[in-house]
């Protein structure tokens, strides 16, 4: 029971990408679990929640510095801890 109050609230907006100012590497220390639209998903990269949308990758397509090219797609959106 001590860890859930040793959790940090879950942002706004998170990104999984280390060099996005959205990452909150404290966040990802414990299991996220996102919630689109009714629906678990565990490939999502990036998330707002005030915003309503996620992104997640395009099959495996990858842009020109081999990073997965990114899809945002709009919803209900829910995030929490596992």
Same mark, same amino acid.
């Given at each position: 029971?001590?860890?859930?109050?040793?959790?940090?609230e879950l942002?706004?907006?998170l990104s999984i990408d280390a060099r996005s100012p959205f990452h909150n590497r404290?966040?990802?220390?414990?299991?996220?679990g996102i919630r689109f639209n009714g629906k678990d998903?565990?490939?999502v990269?990036?998330?707002c929640i005030s915003e309503g949308w996620?992104?997640?990758p395009a099959g495996k397509t990858l842009d020109r /510095? #081999? &990073?997965p090219l990114l899809i945002k797609l /709009? #919803? &209900?959106v829910e995030a929490f801890y596992r």
């Open positions: 029971m001590t860890e859930a109050t040793q959790r940090p942002p706004d907006h404290a966040v990802f220390e414990h299991d996220i998903r565990t490939d990269e990036e998330y996620v992104k997640v /510095k #081999g &990073q /709009k #919803g &209900q």
